[in-house]
């Protein structure tokens, strides 16, 4: 090359495909894609009725609703991971929102295993929610928002 030859213009290299770099530049209105932060609502609203559920069914398990065998307290201990995985998914911590999925899933195949079983349809309408609650915090604009 000779000193004389303009250099060709340096390529920016490209940017990451879940981030817009020229955004601020541009002052387009929102928020720029992957700089999400906060909790989306409908996490907001799974972990609300999870923990009312998970809270019934521990009441309800202590009570001897369940039996006083392994149901018992196979119950317990899933209710409990499951309170300690929605305060943890609530904070936006990807181990809350871990144990909190493997919950719907969890208690998602109960209900279809109860309807199976006994035929009650309240099991398929409870199992089909939970399915549904599985599959939307199943979504990638769920995961990155956590830490």
């Keep these: 090359m000779n000193p004389q030859d303009p250099q060709p213009p340096a390529i920016p290299p490209a940017p990451h495909p879940a981030q817009d770099t020229g955004f601020r530049s541009r002052h387009l209105p929102g928020i720029a894609a992957g700089e999400s932060k906060g909790m989306l609502p409908g996490m907001a609203l799974i972990g609300m009725y999870l923990l009312v559920l998970s809270m019934l069914n521990a009441f309800a398990a202590v009570h001897g609703t369940f039996g006083l065998g392994a149901a018992k307290y196979s119950i317990l ?4 991971l499951l309170v300690i995985g929605i305060f943890g998914m609530l904070r936006l911590r990807r181990w809350g929102w871990s144990l909190v999925t493997a919950g719907c899933l969890l208690m998602a ?15 398929i309408i409870n199992g089909l929610f939970d399915l549904v609650f599985f599959l939307y915090l199943s979504r990638t604009e ?3 928002r956590l830490r």
């Design 109 to 123: 195949a109960g209900y279809f295993y109860g309807f199976h079983r006994m035929h009650a349809p309240p099991y």
């Design 77 to 80: 201990g899933v209710c409990t």
């Design 142 to 144: 769920v995961r990155e």
